[in-house]
């Protein structure tokens, strides 16, 4: 009896670091830019599962979304710039996908997010050991209409 309950254990353990594996398997490749360190993407389920789990890992989470009707549905396609408290830029880059993960030190940033060519901004203080998010709505007349870049 005692036997079969390590064999089963031993199995369950198994069975939990194949899940796990896989679920770290989702999450898109950890980028550099100078020393700032980002996720971009969540298109598809496991994806966007896998973003979400480690978002408490990242000093800032940003979220894109369209509003449509009367609901807001995750957006992508946007181009994001980070710029410290000096006016450095220390992030550019595409997102395709309605999340970014990004690991900056404490301090003030302004972070702007553009879609279809009309951008917006938020200022965010990240704090040492905290995760802060940001959440990017456009209305959809905004990146739906003709010749608006989408």
């Known amino acids: 009896m005692h036997n079969s309950r390590q064999i ?76 410290n408290a000096a006016g450095t830029t220390v992030l550019s880059t595409p997102v395709a996908g309605p999340y970014l993960l990004v690991n900056l030190p404490a301090g003030r940033y302004s972070v702007q997010a553009t879609a279809s060519g009309h951008a917006q901004s938020k200022s965010v203080d990240i704090v040492a050991g905290q995760s802060r998010k940001a959440i990017f709505v456009w209305p959809s007349e905004q990146v739906d209409a003709p010749g608006s870049g989408s």
């Open 8 to 83: 089963w254990l031993a199995c369950a353990f198994a069975v939990a670091a194949c899940c796990a594996a896989a679920d770290d398997s989702a999450l898109p490749l950890v980028q550099q830019q100078g020393a700032v360190s980002y996720v971009a993407g969540g298109v598809g389920q496991d994806e966007s599962d896998a973003i979400k789990a480690a978002m408490p890992h990242y000093a800032l989470n940003l979220t894109f979304a369209v509003h449509r009707g009367a609901k807001d549905e995750y957006g992508a396609d946007a181009q994001v710039e980070i710029h």
